[in-house]
């Protein structure tokens, strides 16, 4: 079963890239992509910045203290991808490895002496994924060996005491090799680590202690709070542990905190992260537009959360925010030729970024970089993408769910069936049984589809050709069914209405009071504007249907707008009871909008998802 994530229990069972392929198509052609360009470019940049040759012992060692977990990051993609240069690779890394176990190409000799930012547990997390990843891709090998070791010796090293690590993953990490090899010392070195942290584990640090979810223990937490990465990572594992132990109270625990981050601390396109300074959520409803953060390693992990609790629980809500993240985040984090990448995702940029040859060393959103100081984005989105299949539907006793629907092919237990889509451009969905079987098949109907339509069209046989056609009902949010059994050539028909459709933001969000944005079956838009394209701040929106224009298989859209420049640079505000100076009279215009993900790949733009409009 080759899944990134694989319960033993749980309301749903994931299908692996044993059961699901893709097939050409959005996420076919991408996850082609990556494993053709993308890993390839990552081995490339972690060359020449020397982190690979960290694991030869070139000195003096480059980079931050945290990049051996880029090459662990990397080699996770290779595995998934059954990458032929891993073998080599994870060659490199065990000569670095220690008698012991112990592995950092930073800390070897001054080991554990910094628990809040040396990252050397979170470094043994990526490794551990890596190597779970390899064990059910391929099997044991070098790689699978070095990551066994060093989880031993993180149990034998850590399993009494009252010390976790700055970053979490590790937990996890530790929780899939559990699940892969049996082994339950992983399991109760996991569930040690999520207890420890708050009691606290750590030192207080100049952010405050929920930078590293240190503050309080994770059963009292209301909402993720503190750097948003850490957040997520430290949420996933700790649905591990509760699905592991059958711990509904940890559980519940984590559904709570997820709901309030859900209501009050989401960006539109699902980015998470409101705070540069630290990297972290602001406080409710603190979504600012241009200052959003929206890390791309956090929408990822949002993804890998979300996924976890839709295994959980079934509810559709987690696969509805894990699609908005795909199409919306994870999807803008790499340009469209696959070597460069966004760090952070603002949701507005009011200058045009400078173009820039070589390392970006900042994490400030407005072009793509082909290498970042700090690289997790590049390798993230790369692991992701490579295991994409793995997130796409599951099993149940009683059938398979398709969550999210992209040109592909699903097998198990005897069903075959094939996925045929235009999606997200085109709302027909077909699916087409290609080996009967047993089993209903579910299929999510996202919660912006509120007059979706199902038709179950059985093949025509000469015994029973079709007498009246199809029967085409409605359907609402949620899961729709299909009962089988199924033979060969019935198919399922979806239609999700994709007609583009405003959004207001909750009065609660003050940063986006007086504006609106629009939305197409799950994709964001934005207004990009290039060279001499009007200039986005001049502009105020009409909330009237959007116009559809379609461009080498791209649904743009163009809304009524108008544009009033000429406004002098006086002190910009009024007493309430006096008119606003308008000297200059407004002009009609039509505001070009695309899709949020492909913004940013026609050069230096400035670029708003949220449109001024005209108050009543
Ligand atoms: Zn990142």
Known sequence: MANPV?????????????????????????????????????????????????????????????????????????????????????ETVAQAQEGDGYLN??????????????????CYGHLIQAGVARLRMHGEDRLTQVAIKAADHVCRRFMEGTRTCGHPVIEMALVELYRVTGTERYLEMARRFVERRGLPALADIPFGRAYFQDDMPVRQAQVFRGHVVRA??????????????????????????????????????????????DESYG??????????????????????????LLLATGDARYADLAERTLYNMLATGVALDGR????????????????????????????????????????????????????????????????????????????????????????????????????????????????????????????SPLPEGPVIRPV?????????????????????????RWTLPDRRIDALRGSAAVERGPLVYCAESVGDEPRLGDLTARVLPPEEREADGVVELEVAASLRSG????????????????????????????????????????MRVWLPIQEK
């Not at 009962?483 to 060969?488: L, T, V």
């Not at 006086?570 to 505001?591: K, M």
């Open 340 to 463: 460069s990448f966004f760090y952070a995702n603002p949701l507005q940029v009011r200058v045009p970024a400078v173009p820039l040859e070589g390392v970006n060393h900042a994490a400030e959103g407005g072009l793509r970089s082909p290498w970042f100081d700090v690289s997790c984005c590049p390798h993230n989105i790369a692991r992701t993408l490579a295991s994409l299949p793995a997130y796409l539907a599951t099993s149940s006793a009683d059938g398979i769910q398709i969550h999210h629907p992209t040109p592909s092919e699903i097998r198990h237990g005897g069903l075959a069936v094939r996925v045929e889509t235009g999606y997200p451009w085109a709302g027909s969905v077909t699916v087409r049984v290609l080996e009967g079987g047993e089993g209903r098949i579910g299929l999510r109907v996202p919660a912006w589809a509120t007059d979706a339509t199902l038709a179950h069209v059985p093949a025509s046989s000469p015994e």
């Open 232 to 277: 997520l990572y430290l949420a996933s594992g700790v649905v591990d542990v509760a699905v592991e132990t059958g711990d509904q109270e940890l559980l519940k625990a984590v559904e709570a905190q997820w709901e309030r981050t859900v209501a009050r601390r989401t960006h539109l396109t699902g980015g998470m992260g409101s705070r540069h300074i």
């Open 476 to 500: 609402d949010p949620g899961y729709a069914y299909v009962d089988g059994p199924w033979q060969a050539g019935d198919e399922i028909r979806l239609e999700l209405p994709m007609a583009p």
């Open 6 to 90: 694989l319960p033993s229990s749980g309301v749903l069972s994931p299908l692996g890239l044993d059961a699901v392929r893709l097939n050409p198509g959005f996420w076919g052609d991408r996850a082609a992509l990556n494993r053709e360009v993308t890993i390839a470019h990552c081995q490339e940049w972690e060359e020449r910045e020397g982190w690979i040759g960290n694991f030869r012992g070139e000195r003096p060692r480059r980079g931050r203290e945290f990049s051996d977990s880029e090459t662990y990051k990397l080699l996770e993609a290779m595995a998934w991808a059954d990458h032929p240069a891993l073998p080599a690779l994870a």
């Open 105 to 122: 190409t930073r800390w070897s000799g001054s080991r554990y002496t910094d628990f809040e930012w040396g990252h050397e547990l979170y």
């Open 567 to 606: 406004d002098g640079d006086g002190w910009p505000y009024a007493p309430a009871d006096g008119r606003a100076d308008e000297s200059a009279e407004p002009t009609d215009v039509t505001l070009r909008l695309v899709p949020y993900h492909r913004w940013g790949n026609r050069g230096p733009a400035t």
């Open 283 to 308: 406080d409710d409803y603190e979504l600012p537009p241009d200052r959003a953060y929206n890390e791309t390693c956090a929408s990822i992990a949002s993804i890998m959360l979300a996924h976890r």
